[in-house]
């Protein structure tokens, strides 16, 4: 069974400080790759994708992707109290998204 | 107006009754999905369809059906709701770079 893993956590982190959030994936033929941010009781909204090796960087989001350890991350610089969410991690494995449960992560003032 | 349309937004219902919930998009996507979200679950995938005539069953088919009526309409039917299919439902479309794009959400609860 294809498996998308991250620490459920809450993560706490001071505001304007970077955010990492990681997470680990099982099918080594996955070849897209998504973080998706939740608010209380809404839907996730897509913020980056990543399909190859490396670093790809959009605004204060950076998404990294090391295929040969099969785990991909998330980077929030400059947190804002805004940026407290829900992160869900999801990778393309067999026709469909297999979902990670999230990682809250909460920004303290 | 919303790119993925759901309703009702908000459903309770009794142990036993049909419901059905609806979903409708103006993204011209061909592939559309349901989910549910428990906490501290994730989103489980229900069904989904690559076009009108392809309907495939997810991680968690069992007591629900659906209808792929258009290219933009897509339904949900539970055909005899019981309690531990209270849940968050959402439905979702993607284009071809796998990209998937969500409704507001349906919060049901099944009395």
């Known amino acids: 069974q294809k498996e998308v893993e991250q620490n459920s956590g809450p993560l706490s982190v001071p505001e304007g400080a970077i955010a990492s959030l990681n997470c680990t994936y099982s099918?080594?033929?996955?070849?897209?790759f998504f973080w998706y941010r939740q608010y209380s009781g809404k839907s996730p909204e897509l913020i980056m994708s990543?399909?190859s090796n490396g670093d790809k960087e959009d605004g204060r989001f950076t998404a990294q992707l090391n295929k040969a350890s099969q785990y991909v991350s998330l980077l929030i610089r400059d947190s804002q109290p805004s940026d407290s969410a829900t992160y869900l991690c999801?990778?393309?494995?067999?026709?469909?998204?297999?979902w990670g449960a999230g990682t809250k992560l909460i920004i303290k003032p | 107006d919303a790119d993925v349309t759901q309703t009702p937004r908000n459903r309770i219902t009794k142990t036993g009754k049909r419901i059905m919930l609806e979903c409708s998009q103006t993204?011209?996507?061909?592939?559309m999905y349901w989910y549910r979200q428990d906490p501290g679950l994730g989103l489980r995938l229900i069904y989904y369809?690559?076009?009108?005539?392809?309907?495939n069953k997810g991680e968690i088919s069992d007591g629900y059906s659906v209808s792929r009526q258009a290219q933009a309409k897509f339904s949900l039917s539970l055909e005899s709701a019981i309690p531990n299919q209270t849940a968050l439902y959402f439905c979702?479309?993607?284009?071809?770079?796998?990209?998937?794009?969500f409704g507001a959400g349906t919060r049901l609860s099944v009395l």
């Open positions: 979702a479309t993607s284009d071809r770079s796998d990209k998937v794009y």
């Open positions: 999801a990778v393309h494995s067999n026709y469909q998204l297999i």
């Open positions: 990543i399909y």
């Open positions: 099918d080594r033929g996955s070849q897209s």
């Open positions: 993204k011209g996507h061909d592939r």
């Open positions: 369809s690559f076009d009108v005539k392809d309907i």
